[in-house]
């Protein structure tokens, strides 16, 4: 039988071109000029598909799309301009099967009927057996279950796999994203070509573009040879964008092209070259959100979320975990050669149903993996599935529990937030509270950390100069040879009371005599010789006292004058 098209355009000579391709490819078809002319020609013959244009003397192509996807399930594609990327979003939206730009390039016309051919054939093999359908049965093995949110996600898929639009996977980490964009590329007709998945957060920036588009040789430095992109590997199939929330802001620019263009030009090339692929994207992430935070480019949005699918958690298909579970235990017994394949008691698999999977899909996998190793027979019983010993309400008790945790951190938030008249009273009695144990040993261990030194342990520590140090108040008033004998060796030793600690000032109302800078350079020796004689004029330890290195300690000590074997 003898394939039919129905081809709507006002412009009389793209009309005939289409048609003249058409013939070659042993197609016949009508030509309509407006868009009454084209509903004539539907309602009075039979078409296998249609090409039609978005701008009609008397419409809408819109009107025609939504007319005949609602009405049969005859592929319709659009013939769009430049500039009205727009409207071919919101065709594909209405179901039609894909579109093309103008100026219209025979290429891509034939690849475009192609894929409308392989649809119709499909279809065919379909109504003649639907119940036992090839795509039936790839659909039921591959994705397991049939709960009721499973059923419209099903029926979803085979629409999907039908046209030719970009689709956003959303939902949650574990969900089985890829599992559904490989069923998508499998069922539909790009099935031939190649399926490529690229996980966008594992690709280093500074290579993502040659990653995504290829390189020429010489491009840059370590460009040995020619390099095919994965736009170019994934011509005539299917491109899978995972994480897509990751790509930089820089690199959504140039996919952004690439999409809407369908062209692509490799780093160190001089031409574009065209492809042919359809764009399958997934992230666990709130895109709308990023889009409103400015960390996701809204264009590109959407033209990667012409259509989305969302896909349920695990809690909310709980009626499909018996069936998960003996799936994947079949699979672990295929995949370890196991002679007897382990299967789950009935108040195993009752556990599970009622565990609150955070992980989805993937962490039942998980569970069963490590239930299989840890079990000493083929049963499988509550004990190896190593989940805690949980309520029936668990999800009433998580929920109790997450609250209590948030109000703990709100009050600990508001604690830590002291007023202005607390900060000057804490500052103002700081002498009075550093009496007691615990803030001694605060202070203590504050100065064993900021003189801890990477090359050395178990060494004497000093008391910082740069630091004020404690008040001689809130020392006991102990004996020298006493404290020696209660202080441990890392404890830093407290400077005499007879020792300068801190920078002397000048009296009120009078400068220094000889200038500031002499002064500074004065007040710079004191606290270098006293440093040295706490270390024993140990320049090392010295130089780590002052926060400086032991290069320039020996540069200050030299412009100084300050004798290196000195040992007062």
């Known amino acids: ?14 009309c005939r071109l289409m048609q003249i391709t058409l013939t070659k490819m042993g197609i016949k078809s009508d030509v309509a000029y407006t868009l009454a002319q084209a509903r004539s020609y539907w309602q009075d013959n039979t078409y296998d598909f249609c090409l039609t244009d978005l701008k009609l003397p008397d419409g809408s192509g819109l009107e025609l799309v939504k007319e005949i996807s609602n009405s049969s399930n005859t592929p319709i594609a659009v013939i769009t301009a430049h500039g009205s990327m727009d409207l071919a979003i919101e065709a594909l939206k209405l179901g039609a099967f894909d579109f093309v730009n103008k100026p219209l390039e025979l290429p891509r016309l034939r690849q475009l009927v192609e894929n409308a051919l392989k649809v119709i054939h499909q279809d065919n093999g379909a109504q003649a057996t639907p119940e036992s359908s090839p795509e039936q049965k790839m659909l039921d093995a591959r ?50 070509g190649s399926f490529v998945p690229v996980n966008c957060g594992a690709i280093p920036s500074e290579l993502m573009e040659s990653e995504f588009f290829g390189h020429k040789k010489g491009s840059f430095t370590g460009a040995v040879a020619d390099k095919q992109g994965l736009f170019q590997q994934a011509n005539g199939g299917t491109l899978f964008l995972d994480e897509v929330a990751d790509l930089p802001l820089a690199m959504q620019v140039k996919l952004l092209r690439a999409i809407q263009e369908k062209t692509v030009r ?15 994207s997934a992230t666990h992430k709130d895109l709308s959100r990023l889009v409103q935070d400015g960390a996701f480019r809204q264009d590109l949005y959407y033209r990667i979320n012409v259509i989305e699918l969302k896909l349920p958690t695990l809690n909310d298909r709980r009626d499909d975990i018996p069936v998960l579970a003996e799936h994947f235990l079949a699979m672990i017994s295929a995949e370890w050669q196991l002679e007897i394949p382990p299967s789950l008691t009935r108040e195993a698999s009752e556990r599970l149903q ?15 993996e490590r239930a299989v190793t840890l079990a000493e027979t083929s049963d499988i019983d509550i004990s190896h599935l190593g989940l805690p010993d949980v309520s029936h309400d668990l999800k009433d008790t998580q929920a109790h529990s997450n609250a209590q945790q948030s109000n703990h951190y709100a009050n600990e938030q508001k604690q830590s937030r002291p007023t202005t008249q607390t900060m000057f009273k804490a500052i103002e009695n700081r002498e009075q509270t550093l009496q007691s144990d615990s803030e001694i040993t605060a202070v203590k261990h504050k100065q064993e950390t900021t003189n801890l030194h990477p090359y050395r342990t178990n060494t004497q520590h000093y008391p910082s100069m740069i630091q004020r140090s404690v008040p001689n108040n809130t020392e006991p008033s102990t004996s020298s040879s006493d404290t020696n004998e209660k202080v441990p060796l890392h404890r830093p030793i407290q400077p005499k009371e007879n020792e300068t600690t801190s920078l002397q000032e000048p009296l009120d109302g009078q400068l220094p005599a000889q200038g500031l800078e002499h002064y500074l350079q004065e007040q710079e020796k004191q606290l270098i010789i006293t440093a040295l004689k706490q270390t024993g004029w140990n320049k090392t330890q010295a130089a780590e006292l002052l926060g400086t290195t032991f290069r320039s300690l020996r540069y200050r000590m030299k412009k100084l004058e300050i004798a290196e074997d000195q040992s007062e």
């Open 354 to 368: 009622r565990h609150d999977f955070a992980g989805n899909v993937r962490e039942l996998r998980n569970l069963l």
């Open 266 to 280: 490799a780093i160190g090339d001089t031409k574009e070259v065209p492809v042919d692929i359809r764009i399958l």
């Open 143 to 192: 994705l397991i279950g049939d709960s009721a949110v499973m059923h419209p996600l099903k029926n979803t898929i085979l629409k999907l796999a039908r046209s030719q639009a970009p689709v956003f996977l959303s939902g949650a980490s574990g969900t089985g994203k890829e599992v559904v964009a490989r069923l998508i590329h499998d069922l539909s007709p790009r099935r031939d």
């Open 1 to 14: 039988m003898t394939t039919s098209a129905l081809v709507v355009d006002d412009e009389v000579d793209l």
